[in-house]
């Protein structure tokens, strides 16, 4: 149900903006966040955001490069990643949390979407 895209191969430097849709329309009311996983290691806390989209939270590594927004009218949530860099690499996922917020602790989303693609080369 929920489905990310806007995935692909760029250069360092470049920017893409993902998209997580909830084609059930239900996750208005609950936090959501974007994972990344590369090869060879562990899913990592990338963003998140919660039900209203008035707080934000990023990974160190990512702070002030993505930004994390939401359309509640749309079932979307967005991340915008400008000044990409090739350690960026890896599959995007995104997830709706168990309750309104949003942090960084994988057990607390309850569902998973399938990852979109993101290759930065140098």
């Known amino acids: 149900q929920l489905q990310a895209s806007g995935g692909g191969s760029v250069q360092a430097g470049d920017s893409l903006r993902l998209s997580c849709v909830d084609s059930?329309?239900?996750?208005?009311?609950?936090?959501v966040g974007w994972f990344r996983q590369a090869p060879g290691k562990e899913r990592e806390f990338v963003a998140s955001?919660?039900?209203?989209?008035?707080?934000?939270y990023y990974q160190d590594s990512v702070q002030g490069r993505f930004t994390i927004s939401r359309d509640n009218a749309k079932s979307t949530v967005y991340l915008q990643m400008n000044s990409l860099k090739p350690e960026d690499t890896a599959v995007y996922l995104c997830?709706?949390?168990?309750?309104?917020?949003?942090?960084?602790?994988?057990?607390?989303?309850?569902?998973w979407g399938q990852g979109t693609l993101v290759t930065v080369s140098s």
């Open positions: 997830a709706v949390s168990r309750s309104p917020y949003a942090g960084r602790d994988l057990t607390n989303y309850q569902y």
């Open positions: 059930r329309r239900t996750f208005s009311n609950n936090g």
């Open positions: 955001i919660n039900w209203r989209g008035g707080s934000t």
